[in-house]
């Protein structure tokens, strides 16, 4: 699938944001990536909307040992002031050992120059 350049870059570096966050455990961070009334999708779990829901859900994540996040985009597609992200992530505890990975879709919506994740769904490919 071929994917324009512009929005690709403009993902990989707001992931890059997210990352960061995640990785020095700022879930208030991680949180303002998302729009206002931005929802997480959780496996198991019902939405969360919201920035201040947002940021106890990834705060309760980081609190239960997950310390880093790996965010890799596979495709991206531009479509107007929204764009669509399907990616592959991986999740570690402390000491790098590999806790979960899998694939995630994201709807990002612009905002400004910016771009916030939006829709945030993802699912793991462990089993068990």
């Known amino acids: 699938m071929f994917t324009p350049a ?3 870059d403009a993902i990989v570096a707001a992931n890059q944001q997210f990352m960061a966050a995640f990785n020095r455990g700022d879930s208030a961070g991680v949180a ?3 729009t206002e009334d931005g929802q997480v ?3 198991g779990m019902e939405p969360i909307t919201g920035r201040a829901g947002i940021q106890a859900f990834w705060q309760g994540a980081m609190d239960m040992g997950v310390k880093s996040a ?3 985009t596979v495709e991206a597609t531009h479509l107007g002031d929204s764009a669509c ?3 592959r992530f991986a999740l570690h505890a402390a000491d790098g050992s590999l806790l979960d ?3 995630y879709v994201v709807i990002w919506k612009r905002h400004g120059s ?3 994740l939006h829709r945030d769904i993802w699912n793991s490919s462990q089993s068990g």
């Open 114 to 116: 910016d771009w916030q």
């Open 6 to 8: 512009p929005i690709q």
């Open 70 to 72: 790996d965010l890799k």
């Open 32 to 34: 303002q990536l998302y």
């Open 101 to 103: 990975q899998g694939k």
């Open 85 to 87: 992200e399907v990616g």
């Open 41 to 43: 999708l959780p496996p």
